[in-house]
């Protein structure tokens, strides 16, 4: 084989990173303390990153960064400041969430490598092209893809130029990456802010199945999958872990380091994967990659498995048996700890001793010596030194000048001036010049690039001076409200689709009025079906929360809305959308408050909207959450599931809150919150912001709830846009179990 297979390991803290390197990791992922998806992580200082990447290119291991994490309109200055450090730092690539990140970094860092996070949920060829289009170097692919749906994405990505990374090992969700709320709803720490507090390993009531960790999947590992992997295009194995120790990160490494080597040598794989069990692990499952979503795939557990296995491999039965298996097990793991311990205390990640001596003499350049941990450098002016007492050259002049050198890269012991003569001269730009040629040395021989300053966005105004109505359905047998109003009509299409069936298209077809809404996930076929229902339709606009199809429509040039679940929460995320892929409106995301929408600023001739009464989504699999919960026949969820499965079920955990679990015709088992969203405080903020309100009016998530009159609510709702401060009461009384926690305390 010669093609490079890269091995990309977690770093939350320095010695995991350093255990990573010496492990053999071709490359490390971490986060600085800002704006990255895993703050539960030690993180690093700025300092520690770029003393990670010197050691880490010592060791021909690259670095990238993590910037995965939706970005608010007030931190964009502290985000281009960061961004105006990291382009002299040396950093390999930065590993993105943010829609935003893109337009910035390829407008004013263009030299920066963008990786699209797993939080993208890149699941299906379209996406892969609107990775493309915007600027990524990289895609994360979805965690809920087979060996088949990756083999395919990998080459039509190679086909654009992008490289792509699949999760081998570590832990897995339950949800799709980045469509998952259950934390921001439940306790008000969003996983689209790194804040995840992790629900689905909560502890529930114990279900009608017998479990009491419904949602609680066993940690990913394909261990035995690597000829598959390779066999598919992967460009890198990546593994989970930034809130495990070094110890683990050295375990995980170290093993599939060699398996990868054994591999690449041999063409065989090894057969003893007893190291991995020895660290944290919640057992394994490859069933994703497999294809075949068992129930095997859940562990009534979210502790660590290692000590159960360590008895199963024992066979230990009785207590001395049993007692014997803990105590071996616990001094492999002290020994693991000790061994990494010794192994990563030898690695220095400190600043290099950095020392500058000024000379010169009258005549003769002005010289400055570069001595870095006892190598030397020198620069010289290019024109000589001449007397001059009022505009001599100081100490002070010198000094302010190359003051900047003491930085997160070097330690400067001193300014040396012993050697340079008072009362001479060289004209400041040939000092300038001197001090730049010296930055191009300490910076490895390369230009430094200097500090941009994004210009202020305008904010251009509203498309209508009112705001609108928009409402979404999905059963044709809600059409009879357009004759009730003026307002948008939506028309809800599904996750999963019969092959080669019209009854999408022909309901669209029949009530011309509708405007398409296209889900977030659409995988494999579903994809597909959703792209013909586009190419036969031919829609004036359309509304989708799945970028696949948003570039589907801008290919096809068709209006497209940016729909909630694309999680939009500043200017520049808008701008990317506009003008890369003439996206003509978006929702802005309903995670965030008044104060964090307040200052978002629109394009020219863009839509802005926002939805205020909605079911509120926790999260979507593609797993079934029925297997655990109430029980299900079938041994895997699969596409007869997806199309005529209709369970719903309540799960309620140990603190008392419960939560619907709803399975719509042809939709994805999704988890809703008990309550409803409900905003009419936002309309009393942003009449002026926004252009349509938006109330979804499926049914879905609404559980065991009374479900609404909806002709009444559109009345009720449109009488509010129109001034009539009562109908808020009359709403607030219909539906008692409502909330816009999320708008008071946003992210």
């Not at 990791?25 to 700025?46: P, V």
């Not at 494999?524 to 696949?548: F, H, Q």
């Not at 003008?579 to 104060?595: M, V």
Request: aromatic share 8%; with cysteine; glycine share 6%.
């Amino acid at each position: 084989m010669s093609r490079k297979i890269e091995l990309l390991a977690p770093g939350g803290d320095v010695d995991a990173i350093k255990a990573a390197i010496i492990a053999g990791a071709n490359a490390i992922y971490c986060g600085l303390d800002i704006f990255n998806a895993r703050n539960r992580a030690a993180n690093l200082s700025f300092d520690e990153l770029v003393g990670i990447i010197k050691l880490a290119h010592e060791y021909q291991c690259e670095v990238f960064l993590t910037l995965n994490i939706v970005i608010l309109e007030h931190e964009l200055p502290a985000l281009t400041k960061l961004l105006n450090q990291l382009v002299n730092t040396g950093i390999d690539g930065i590993i993105v969430q943010d829609l935003g990140l893109f337009n910035l970094v390829k407008k004013f860092f263009p030299s920066l490598h963008i990786h699209a996070s797993t939080q993208l949920t890149t699941h299906n060829e379209g996406q892969v092209l609107f990775l493309a289009k915007i600027g990524a170097t990289r895609a994360n692919l979805s965690r809920e893809l087979n060996l088949s749906e990756i083999k395919s994405l990998t080459a039509l990505a190679h086909d654009n130029d992008v490289l792509t990374e699949v999760f081998v090992h570590g832990a897995l969700c339950i949800a799709f990456s980045g469509q998952c709320y259950s934390s921001s709803v439940s306790v008000g720490n969003s996983g689209n802010r790194g804040r995840c507090s992790q629900a689905c390993r909560d502890e529930y009531e114990e279900t009608n199945a017998g479990n009491k960790y419904p949602l609680n999947l066993k940690d990913n590992s394909a261990w035995f999958d690597l000829p598959e992997l390779v066999d598919a295009g992967v460009d890198s194995l990546k593994i989970e872990g930034r809130i495990k120790g070094a110890q683990y990160v050295h375990t995980v490494v170290d093993s599939w380091r060699q398996q990868i080597n054994q591999f690449v040598d041999t063409g065989k794989l090894l057969a003893d994967d007893s190291a991995l069990y020895k660290v944290f692990n919640r057992d394994f499952t490859n069933s994703f990659l497999k294809g075949n979503l068992t129930k095997d795939m859940f562990i009534d557990n979210p502790r660590d498995n290692s000590f159960s296995h360590a008895n199963e491999k024992s066979n230990a039965i009785s207590v001395v048996q049993i007692q014997e298996a803990q105590d071996m097990l616990r001094d492999d793991k002290n020994k693991i700890v000790d061994e990494v311990a010794a192994k990563v205390a030898t690695l220095n990640i400190d600043k290099s001793d950095l020392s500058l001596r000024f000379s010169g003499q009258l005549n003769k350049p002005f010289t400055v010596t570069i001595v870095i941990d006892q190598k030397t450098m020198v620069v010289e002016s290019s024109s000589n030194l001449i007397k001059s007492e009022q505009s001599a050259v100081t100490e002070e002049a010198i000094a302010k000048r190359f003051k900047s050198f003491k930085n997160s890269r070097y330690n400067v012991a001193e300014f040396d001036f012993s050697e340079l003569d008072a009362g001479l001269t060289i004209p400041f730009k040939e000092l300038t010049d001197v001090k730049n040629k010296v930055a191009y040395y300490l910076n490895g021989e390369k230009e430094v690039i200097p500090a941009v300053t994004i210009p202020t966005l305008t904010s251009h105004p509203k498309l209508n001076e009112k705001p609108t109505l928009s409402m979404l359905i999905s059963d044709e047998k809600d059409a009879y409200l357009g004759d009730l109003t003026e307002a948008d009509i939506y028309f809800k299409l599904p996750e999963s689709f019969k092959k080669r069936c019209n009854k999408q298209r022909d309901i669209l077809a029949r009530n011309p009025r509708f405007i398409p809404w296209f889900p977030a996930v659409l995988i494999g076929k579903d994809y597909i079906e959703a792209v013909r229902i586009l190419e036969e339709l031919k829609p004036n606009r359309i509304v989708t929360n799945n970028t696949g199809i948003a570039y589907k429509a801008f290919e096809m040039g068709i209006e497209w809305i940016a729909g909630p679940f694309l999680n939009t929460t500043n200017s520049y995320a808008l701008l990317t959308m506009q003008e890369e892929l003439n996206c003509a409106g978006a929702f802005i995301s309903n995670e965030i408050n008044r104060n964090q929408i307040k200052n978002i600023k629109r394009p020219a001739n863009f839509k802005m909207l926002y939805s205020i009464y909605h079911p509120i989504l926790m999260m979507t699999s593609r797993q079934c959450f029925f297997q655990q919960t109430v029980g299900c026949n079938k041994p895997s969820i699969e596409d007869g599931c997806m199309l005529k499965c209709q369970k719903a079920t309540t799960i309620t955990n140990v603190k008392g809150i419960s939560f619907a679990v709803d399975k719509q015709l042809g939709g994805y088992p999704s988890i809703y919150n008990h309550e409803q969203f409900l905003n009419f405080e936002a309309i009393k903020d942003f009449s002026n912001l926004f252009d349509e309100f938006f109330i979804d009016l499926t049914d879905i998530g609404s559980g065991s709830k009374e479900k609404q009159d909806k002709a009444e609510l559109i009345k009720y709702f449109e009488d509010f846009l129109a001034g009539d401060q009562q109908a808020e009461v009359t709403v607030t009384n219909l539906i008692p179990v409502s909330t816009n926690a999320q708008y008071q305390q946003g992210l």
